[in-house]
């Protein structure tokens, strides 16, 4: 049954485009929606009996298989959340029939890649389902056709073309000795065997999810990708793209199938403690509100890393955690920075000020979502943090502890200094007349700030029972 989560959008897209063409217009919208917040609540009220595997045997190598535990569950219910923002704003922002239906047709598309990589079992399965992510994701980044939309479109393909080629040779190595690409079976072979060969098919395969992750230092292709995308597509590389078809694939395959040895630690703690300084040291620089964001992507991915780099069942569900929380976040500054762009016209800091008198909802929001991705108290960021830092420290690992925290000190410093430049202060003359965004936007950011604030106020009451778990992925 869970691979209705794949189905149901492709069937979508045949009955909009075919069987009711006419109609498809106005349909596409509703359709999209119904199918996000269905998504959501299957995964927060389960029927027990939707929940249960597939398996389709194309030959006795390659076996297309899906299956449910708490971590894939959580990735559903993140794009869930973030799909319904985006087709949201996409009715929002795009007044054009025809262009809209046409994003709606992708969204789609990108949904079904999107639950395939939650979903999957196995290695081509997987390298599969994240190129259809990536493929769409190229075409949205370009979908205004403008010069800096092509040219940032361009370095993601290039670039996801040489993490699919670095995964695609991995994979082929594994499957020369393995003899399979189920996760289970490939785990089972190298633990058996290990040697210098599946060493370097690993290392090959994580590079490509390294450059997918955007991590450093294979991120470059990220900030203009962010930058330069339309706002519903910032939105949704930022929240559930990146994070899915990237950090998820990557925390499942070392989960699951590589395993925790001491090199693979060392090499996810740096990576990670690479990224999130980096990240952060280059969003202190920026002046344009998206690029800034887009950096912090790059920190906060590095910060999830980090946990999972830890090696610990503390540190996995504290990145999981953070995971979500991210998209969370992540998504509502993204819509705020959309509706900031729409109402004053301007992305750069240098050129706003005071616009929460202005635009009080988008103002608020923005605090809540800064202060949650700071780590702060009580907010669904500050016990992801917490949580990986614990784990650090509690692993032997105190340096990279020290880094994490002091990140977050870094973290807080260029949120505040957006916060400033953009929110508070004095109205300048160029901006008296700025009024708040349309409900397609103050909506979507009213609900996703109270989710940041939800969610942290539930976490404690939830660690045990729901979040801790999520640090044991085979025990879905």
Not at 331 to 339: C, E, H
Not at 356 to 373: D, E, F, N, R, V
Not at 436 to 451: H, N, Q, W
Request: charged letters at 10%; one cysteine or more.
């Amino acid at each position: 049954m869970v691979s209705l989560f794949i189905l149901a959008p492709l069937l979508a897209i045949f009955a909009l485009n075919f069987m009711f063409r006419r109609l498809g217009r106005f349909a596409a919208f509703w359709v999209g929606l119904l199918f996000s917040l269905a998504q959501i609540e299957l995964v927060l009220l389960p029927r027990l009996p939707f929940w249960t595997n597939s398996n389709f045997i194309l030959n006795d190598v390659f076996r297309f298989s899906l299956g449910v535990d708490n971590f894939t569950k959580l990735i559903l219910l993140s794009s869930g959340v973030v799909l319904a923002v985006v087709f949201v704003i996409t009715k929002a922002l795009i007044d054009d029939e025809a262009k809209r239906f046409d994003f709606f047709n992708l969204l789609f598309i990108i949904m079904i890649g999107i639950n395939g990589v939650a979903l999957t079992k196995d290695l081509f399965s997987l390298y599969v389902f994240i190129e259809v992510t990536s493929i769409t994701s190229f075409i949205l980044i370009a979908f205004d056709r403008n010069m800096h939309a092509f040219e940032a479109a361009f370095k993601y393909i290039m670039l996801s073309a040489l993490a699919s080629v670095l995964m695609l040779s991995g994979m082929s190595l594994l499957l020369l000795v393995c003899g399979a690409t189920g996760f289970s079976a490939v785990a089972q072979s190298l633990a058996a065997s290990p040697n210098n060969f599946t060493v370097f098919a690993v290392g090959l395969f994580l590079c490509g999810l390294f450059i997918k992750s955007g991590l450093a230092p294979f991120h470059t292709w990220l900030p203009d990708s962010y930058s330069s995308a339309p706002a519903p597509v910032s939105v949704l590389l930022a929240g559930i793209v990146t994070k899915t078809a990237g950090v998820y694939a990557l925390m499942r395959v070392v989960v699951s199938i590589f395993g925790f040895s001491p090199s693979m630690k060392l090499v996810l703690l740096f990576v990670g403690a690479f990224s999130a300084v980096l990240g952060a040291l280059a969003a202190l620089t920026q002046s344009d509100i998206k690029r800034m964001l887009a950096y912090s992507s790059i920190s906060q991915v590095g910060y999830i890393v980090l946990g999972l780099g830890s090696g610990s069942a503390l540190g996995v569900a504290g990145a999981a955690l953070h995971l979500f929380n991210h998209s969370v976040f992540k998504s509502l500054l993204f819509v705020n920075a959309a509706a900031v762009e729409t109402q004053s016209g301007t992305r750069d800091l240098d050129k706003m000020s005071g616009l929460a008198q202005k635009m009080p909802y988008t103002g608020i929001t923005s605090c809540l979502a800064s202060l949650s991705a700071a780590g702060l108290p009580p907010l669904a960021g500050f016990w992801s943090k917490l949580m990986i830092i614990m784990a650090l420290w509690g692993a032997g690992f105190r340096m990279y502890s020290v880094i994490a925290a002091a990140t977050g000190v870094l973290t807080l410093a260029y949120f505040l200094s957006l916060q400033r430049r953009a929110f508070f202060g004095e109205v300048s003359e160029k901006h008296l007349g700025v009024k708040e965004a349309g409900l397609g936007l103050v909506l979507p950011s009213v609900v996703l700030g109270a989710l940041v604030v939800l969610t942290g106020v539930l976490t404690p009451f939830i660690l045990k029972s729901v979040i801790l778990p999520l640090g044991n992925i085979l025990g879905g």
